[in-house]
Structures are given as structure tokens and as C-alpha cells.
Nanobody, 122 residues
Framework: QVRLIESGGGLVQPGQSLTLSCRTSGSTFAVRTMDWYRQAPGKQRELVATVTNSGRTTYADSVRGRFTIRRHDNRNTWYLQMNNLTPEDTADYYC????????????????WGQGTRVTVYP
């Protein structure tokens, strides 16, 4: 069964940077719309950034100008570059995609990564 695999979380100080990665569990799969969500302790999960198949990006107001979402040319890997981190960015980060493809066939829907923790420690 295809799944999303995340990496890159960790503990940093304010002002530092981290890059999160997400990929499908097999290289033969492809993804079109790619998202990053986060959930801070005691808060609801929120959408942080999206990149579409055409490369259009959108960001939450709280991260715009500091975070960059980008996709790899292989169409099954994407990243979240996080700069100038603040304690308010502390959360569990999840990658997400509405659909995973094998060729033209949808093999998974509403797929989530396992989550990776980002802690910005003042």
C-alpha cells in the first residue's frame, strides 16, 4: 500500500531554518497537488502551504515570506523550506495530497504523512 514518508523535523532556535521532505513510498507513484499542514499543541490542524500540479503556490498568512513549498521534478517528492522560525511555528507537520497516481489511475486518496515534529525553542 502506497504511503507518504516525511523527514526533516527537529529542534532549532528562533531565527534558524529547517527543511521538511515528503515522498511517496515508491518511485513509480506521482502526486499532483501537494500540501503541508501543521498542528500545534492544543490547536486544530491548519493548512500551511500548497503547490499545485502547475506550480502555483499558496501560503497561510502566518508563514508567507518565510516558508517555501516546492516540488521535485520526479513528481513524488516535495519540500517545505522554513526560514526565520519562531516559537509559534512549533508543531507537528504533516504532508498531504488529495490523490496518489500510478500512471493515470488513482491508487490512494486523502493521503497523509506520519508527521514530523518541529520545535522552536527560545
Amino acid at each position: 500500500q502506497v504511503r507518504l514518508i516525511e523527514s526533516g523535523g527537529g529542534l532549532v532556535q528562533p531565527g534558524q531554518s529547517l527543511t521538511l521532505s515528503c515522498r511517496t513510498s515508491g518511485s513509480t507513484f506521482a502526486v499532483r497537488t501537494m500540501d503541508w499542514y501543521r498542528q500545534a499543541p492544543g490547536k486544530q490542524r491548519e493548512l500551511v502551504a500548497t503547490v499545485t500540479n502547475s506550480g502555483r503556490t499558496t501560503y497561510a498568512d502566518s508563514v508567507r515570506g518565510r516558508f517555501t513549498i516546492r516540488r521535485h521534478d520526479n513528481r513524488n517528492t516535495w519540500y517545505l523550506q522554513m526560514n526565520n522560525l519562531t516559537p509559534e511555528d512549533t508543531a507537528d507537520y504533516y504532508c498531504h495530497t488529495p490523490e496518489i497516481y500510478y500512471g493515470a489511475a488513482v491508487v490512494a486518496s486523502d493521503a497523509w504523512g506520519q508527521g514530523t515534529r518541529v520545535t522552536v525553542y527560545p
